[in-house]
């Protein structure tokens, strides 16, 4: 699959791995708000990896997440996800 950031995307993504807690919060924070989001696990995507770490300067850091406005929070505290959530909303 190809990955580019943004490119056309009118969802929230969000580039995942399994094993990494801070995902699974950033998950919790966006289904409590019923957030819609694409979630894509990076561990064997090639793809996703590259535009991961593309994005973080060389790092493999997730969860990285992309919005619609073309804005990008890379592990983004509960209250940063929080606060550009409630502003992409609205």
């Known amino acids: ?12 993504v969000m580039y995942t791995t399994t ?3 801070d995902c699974w919060r950033a998950k919790k924070v966006m289904e409590s708000l019923k957030v819609q989001f694409v ?9 996703a990896i590259a535009l991961v770490e593309k994005l973080n300067n060389g ?10 406005d073309g804005s990008v ?5 509960t209250t940063q996800l929080m606060a550009k959530l409630n502003t992409a909303t609205n």
């Open 73 to 77: 929070l890379t592990e983004p505290s």
């Open 39 to 47: 979630e894509i696990d990076i561990t064997h995507d090639e793809d």
């Open 59 to 68: 790092h493999r850091s997730v969860p990285t997440i992309l919005f619609p």
């Open 19 to 21: 094993w990494c807690p």
């Open 1 to 12: 699959m190809n990955h580019t950031a943004n490119a056309g995307q009118s969802q929230v």
